[in-house]
């Protein structure tokens, strides 16, 4: 088997996968709306109450937030509360930093 060759860095894809997951204005309200909260956690139900979507339309911004890894999520039935994941969101932004100092 041929090796394929890869063009782009872990950091490369790992950025555009953040890229990806911030590319919606729904999903901007919703860190900015978890970043404000970052020492605790929120519900999803109090995020539907402040942002004027379908709550079947937040939890796929929501899911989208978290496969990227900017969020993480604990299952409470019949709750999932939800905050920044703080590692990832530091990496993220210092990735855009420097990415936009150059």
């Known amino acids: 088997m041929i ?55 937040l939890s796929e911004h929501l899911k989208a937030l978290k496969e990227a890894g900017l969020i993480q999520g604990e299952i409470n039935p019949p709750y999932i509360k939800y905050c920044i994941n703080k590692a990832n969101w530091e990496e993220a932004k210092e990735m855009f930093e420097g990415f936009f100092r150059k």
Do not use: W
């Open 3 to 57: 090796a394929e060759k890869k063009y782009y860095t872990e950091s490369q894809e790992k950025m555009a996968r953040y890229a990806k997951a911030i590319a919606h204005p729904a999903r901007v309200y919703i860190l900015d709306f978890l970043a404000d909260n970052i020492d605790k956690c929120c519900y999803s139900g109090d995020m539907a109450e402040d942002i004027p979507i379908a709550r079947s339309t």
